[in-house]
């Protein structure tokens, strides 16, 4: 009975991390900013990969300087702990409404390639 329910748990996390990289390759990979509150880019992230068991996050900080940051999985679990239950409660809403607002921007692009053509 327990190796039937593992079974199950595993299975609905395979479906649930193919449902994400389908997503996920349906959406373009331009680079990310995070801005300031008026309105200036802080840091435009450029790509993300794992490199022997670190995060390596590649960018430019301010518009100007390239930088390669490191994150260690212990500083990624420290900084899990910076956010609330609220927040990590939030991130699936907040990711899926990331998702949809790419996929409507990356449509209506579509759409206007077509009609200009």
Do not use: D, H, Y
Not at 11 to 23: D, F, K, P, R
Not at 94 to 105: K, Q
């Amino acid at each position: 009975m327990l190796l039937l329910i593992w079974l199950i748990i595993g299975c609905i996390c395979v479906l649930l991390i193919a449902i994400v990289l389908m997503v996920r390759l349906s959406t373009s990979s331009t680079p990310v900013r995070l801005v300031s509150r008026e309105g200036l880019t802080m840091i435009e992230i450029t790509s993300v990969g794992v490199v022997e068991g670190q995060l390596i996050v590649k960018g430019r900080l301010m518009g100007a300087m390239p930088a390669t940051i490191l994150i260690r999985p212990e500083e990624a679990w420290q900084g899990l702990g910076l956010m609330g239950a609220r927040v990590i409660l939030a991130m699936p809403g907040f990711l899926l409404a990331g998702w949809w607002l790419c996929l409507r921007r990356n449509l209506r692009a579509s759409n206007k390639v077509q009609t200009n053509s």
